[in-house]
DNA sequence: ACCTGAACACCGTTCAAGT
DNA sequence: ACCTGAACACCGTTCAAGT
């Protein structure tokens, strides 16, 4: 070995390195073992830069996460074209690096990255007339929603993208010829199962959350402009199961 | 070893074990090494019935959704009440076992399960009126936000329940520490992030979707048949996205 | 301080051999 | 037909030793 000088292996290049090996060969191959060698160096190295592999895998997920950052526009002045912005740029940022996002997607990261995108978040809900408890459960909403898309949406291109496209065929094989006695409404819509568009499902999804926002936050914005009337007036209970109602006391 | 009769070794009972094994041990001790002993037979006895580890897999999660599926009523009359029957049915049935269903929560599994749990769902669009293409893609948008946040939480309560106390209460410790000049709104409701229900969180989500629903296959029926569809009431107004507004009688 | 190489305690899977 | 045990090609992580 010995193919590079000391002190020129960091973090974020082991990062970089990482994704390229997990991306090419598949994301089994992800291992110190082979790593070294595609970084000129020991297996061993990588241990003197992350504690353990967990602590590698976070790092990735947070490096994923400042490239979906990097290119949402923060000074969007509106509050839901800012979360659609991030939704999208986080959904683009997985996908195309769907084999190390696979692994790190439904982490919880606790780093800078992650901070910075809880604020934006919450920011946003504010700016929709939400705050305190509403403001706090509405974000878990939104956040939880576009990270369990995206993992969802990660693991799916992980497998390969012929894997994938037979996956597709495989609606079109094995769903139209399930008998039709049992299963007369798949037989029924069969043809179009693979023709769905995951994009589009993944923005209607959050179009809907979103649409809850706006609900709850103009009914909350006229609470405090003084009508205690109305239909969100008499929906905070203690015990009503209506989360997203701003029952502030 | 020989502790046990040859041919009394079953698929049901490898999964059944299997599953036992990872729940007590940690879902990283789910290897055919443990399997074995855990058997009472050597540890590639298994391949004998599994032809490698990732059927193993499938197969357990084809038993978390025929857990989910046992619970559902198939004969409640409406159509809303079958999905969240279903839904609550398949979050209940995967929390259950964290550890295995973080395993397998986001594989495609293509078993009778699964099957019957996509006729089940596209039964209901149907009945809520929609057909063909808007049948099959809204089917997908339920069936995804089910198996998505079901995949999410699974890979929350994974990590044990301590590591989740622990995690809820970093909210706490970590957010409340972050400076107030770079994070002000984190600031502003980090005491209520901790206090989320994350079950509540699942609802809604899915009352969003089913809404959705709701509101265009009432629209679809008014072209159909022009204005009266006894599937839905006339009440919900096709393009009322205002969520508040339950459509259920 | 950073890196190496051997060692330790594991994996999944294959395969000839047993019953 | 079903199961065993040895073998093969891998893992992550530790640690004494080198520079």
Redesign the interface.
């Known amino acids: 070995m010995a193919k590079r000088e000391r002190g020129t292996l960091s973090r974020a290049e082991i990062v970089r390195v990482a994704m390229e090996v997990a991306e090419a060969e598949g994301s089994d191959a992800l291992t110190f073992r082979r790593l070294g060698p595609a970084l000129g160096v020991a297996p061993t190295a990588v241990l003197r830069h992350f504690r353990d592999k967990d602590e590698l895998l976070l790092a990735i997920g947070a490096q994923l996460l400042e490239n979906a950052l990097a290119e949402v526009d923060h000074d969007e002045p509106s509050w839901r074209e800012r979360i659609m912005s991030l939704s999208r740029a986080t959904r683009r940022a997985f996908v195309a690096h769907p084999r190390v996002a696979?692994l790190v997607a439904?982490?919880?990261l606790?780093q800078e990255a992650e901070?910075r995108t809880?604020?934006l978040i919450?920011?946003a809900m504010?700016q929709a007339g939400l705050?305190?408890?509403a403001?706090?459960?509405m974000?878990?909403?939104v956040a939880?929603?576009v990270?369990?898309?995206t993992?969802?949406e990660a693991?799916?291109h992980a497998v390969g993208l012929d894997v994938m496209r037979q996956?597709g065929l495989?609606w079109d094989r094995?769903?139209v010829v399930?008998p039709a006695d049992?299963?007369?409404?798949?037989r029924?819509?069969a043809e179009?199962?693979s023709?769905?568009d995951?994009e589009?499902?993944f923005e209607?999804?959050l179009e809907?959350?979103l649409?809850?926002v706006e609900?709850?936050g103009t009914?909350a914005g006229h609470l405090l402009d003084g009508g205690a009337n109305g239909?969100?007036g008499d929906?905070c209970q203690p015990d009503t199961?209506?989360?997203?109602v701003n029952c502030e006391r």
Do not use: C, K, M
């Not at 049992?182 to 798949?186: A, E, L, Q, S, T």
């Open positions: 696979a439904t982490r919880t606790r901070f809880v604020e919450i920011g504010e705050s305190g408890r403001a706090a459960s974000y878990r909403v939880d929603t990270l369990a898309w993992a969802f693991n799916v996956d495989a094995e769903y399930l049992r299963y007369p409404h798949i029924g819509v179009h199962l023709e769905v995951r589009d499902q209607l999804a809907l959350v649409d809850a609900a709850r009914a239909a969100s929906e199961l209506d989360i997203a």
